[in-house]
Nanobody, 120 residues
Framework: QVQLVESGGGLVQAGGSLRLSCAAS????????MGWYRQAPGKQRELVAS???????NYADSVKGRFTISRDNAKNTVYLQMNSLKPEDTAVYYC??????????????WGQGTQVTVSS
């Protein structure tokens, strides 16, 4: 079993910053792409940013230049540094990972989500 645990969400004023972390643990052999998604009330879950094992990154247009995704492969951890936050960034943020587990199968995993609220 593989678990993803997010931390770092909270309430921040517009223009402020937050750093999210997501640590993967359990029966992991290796992790390929890791990413952050978000879901605002009444909206579909959307990709925020993703990073491959060789650290190639991809960002949603709405966060380019403000958010930075990074990872520590030794710790199976992915980070999301969020700067210049806007009220429209308010959402539940979910960590996602493609991992090879001990039964030699690639599966996709989700964290439980962490709330980010940006006040105007």
């Amino acid at each position: 079993q593989v678990q993803l645990v997010e931390s770092g969400g909270g309430l921040v004023q517009a223009g402020g910053s937050l750093r999210l972390s997501c640590a993967a643990s359990g029966s992991i052999i290796t992790i390929a792409t890791m990413g952050w998604y978000r879901q605002a009330p009444g909206k579909q879950r959307e990709l925020v940013a993703s990073i491959t094992s060789d650290r190639s990154t991809n960002y949603a247009d709405s966060v380019k230049g403000r958010f930075t995704i990074s990872r520590d492969n030794a710790k199976n951890t992915v980070y999301l540094q969020m700067n210049s936050l806007k009220p429209e960034d308010t959402a539940v943020y979910y960590c996602n990972a493609d991992a090879l587990n001990y039964v030699r199968r690639w599966d996709n995993y989700w964290g439980q989500g962490t709330q980010v609220t940006v006040s105007s």
